[in-house]
Nanobody, 116 residues
Framework: QVQLVESGGGLVQAGGSLRLFCAASGTIFSINTLGWYRQAPGKQRELVAR???????NYADSVKGRFTISRDNAKNTVYLQMNSLKSEDTAVYYC??????????WGQGTQVTVSS
């Protein structure tokens, strides 16, 4: 069974940085697409970034140039480096993994709070 465990969230001042981690188990990690969504209070969940098994990446316009997604297949881990954080980045961040089309697994979420 696929499991995702996130860590790295916390409280940071505007302009600061955080790095999120998502460790996966129960799958052939290297071939999976993974990514991060976020959900702020009262808002819909939105895609932040994703990375394919081949290493191609996509980002939301709101985070381009500030956030970087990467993966370490040897460690079954995907990362989200977040720089120049803004108050509007405050949200719960969820890691996800696509096992196959239509079969998606989610982490438990990690809170990121950016104080202005």
């Amino acid at each position: 069974q696929v499991q995702l465990v996130e860590s790295g969230g916390g409280l940071v001042q505007a302009g600061g940085s955080l790095r999120l981690f998502c460790a996966a188990s129960g799958t052939i990690f290297s071939i999976n697409t993974l990514g991060w969504y976020r959900q702020a209070p009262g808002k819909q969940r939105e895609l932040v970034a994703r990375i394919t098994g081949g290493g191609s990446t996509n980002y939301a316009d709101s985070v381009k140039g500030r956030f970087t997604i990467s993966r370490d297949n040897a460690k079954n881990t995907v990362y989200l480096q977040m720089n120049s954080l803004k108050s509007e980045d405050t949200a719960v961040y969820y890691c996800y993994l696509v096992l196959r089309p239509g079969d998606v697994y989610w982490g438990q979420g990690t809170q990121v709070t950016v104080s202005s």
